[in-house]
């Protein structure tokens, strides 16, 4: 991933917080996956009035990727943050990926595949798969 690859998947993962749907929790998450094909699959957090059917930003621009016939991936950015009081996304802190989202990970990207996150503010924090999820539990 060059350098010019990696701040545009961060400033995608920013943007994609406005096509959030979250008016249970008001949190906004954006997330950009980067296919090792260099295809780049975005996702939004998405919740329900039910709560247990929302689905992760990360989870959602995964399984745009899979149903789309793409297994293989490099990287993901990822932002996130509450809403000011004009229900705008306010980012200013990093947000990394909930549990559930580092075992879906862990389904179809590798120990090296690279998790970006920001602080909306120029600052960027870097982790491995293997660093957020270690001992992970996998079938195959
Ligand atoms: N959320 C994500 O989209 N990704 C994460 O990694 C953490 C949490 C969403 C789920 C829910 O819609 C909101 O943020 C608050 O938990």
């Known amino acids: ?28 998450v954006g997330a950009a996956l ?4 260099g295809t780049v699959f975005t996702g939004c957090n998405i919740e329900n009035a ?14 745009k990727a899979v149903s ?8 993901i950015a990822i932002a996130g943050g509450a809403e000011n009081e004009k229900g705008e996304p306010v980012i200013k802190d990093f947000c990394p990926p909930c549990g559930v989202c580092r075992q879906v990970m862990s389904e179809f990207c590798g120990k090296d595949f690279k998790i970006i996150l920001t602080d909306g503010n120029g600052g960027i924090k870097e982790f491995t798969l293997a660093e957020l999820l270690p001992e992970s539990f996998n079938l195959i």
């Open 68 to 75: 789309e016939g793409v297994r293989s991936f490099e990287a």
């Open 34 to 37: 980067l296919a090792k094909d």
């Open 1 to 28: 991933m060059t350098n010019n690859q990696k701040n545009e998947l961060i400033e995608t993962a920013i943007k994609m917080t406005a096509a959030s749907y979250a008016p249970y929790s008001h949190f906004h």
């Open 50 to 63: 039910a709560y247990g059917p929302s689905n992760c930003a990360e989870r959602t621009a995964i399984f």
